[in-house]
């Protein structure tokens, strides 16, 4: 696998606490998505790490194309590349 599975078609927004750390599937492949769940084991790619800095809603992404990763930058609205 090399490229990443398109998990959503939208952002998860997700409410985080302040001082927690957050892994994002950078692969697709999880079944607790956004989040990693160790789907990824034996291919390239690893979760990303989000530490919260507040407690307030992000919105990670779910196409898994984001430029600004692990948070949503609009590019699911282009479509499957």
């Known amino acids: 696998m090399s490229d990443p599975v398109r998990a959503s078609d939208t952002p998860f927004a997700i409410g985080v606490e302040e001082g927690a750390a957050y ?3 950078s692969c697709g492949q999880s079944g607790t998505q956004p989040f990693c769940d160790g789907s990824h084991k034996g291919s390239a790619f690893t979760p990303l790490r989000y530490d919260a800095t507040e407690s307030k809603t992000v919105y990670f992404c779910g196409c898994k194309a ?6 949503c930058d609009g590019s699911h609205k282009a479509g499957p590349a």
Do not use: Y
Request: aromatic share 22%; with cysteine.
């Open 66 to 71: 984001t430029k600004n990763q692990p948070l």
């Open 23 to 25: 892994f994002w599937c």
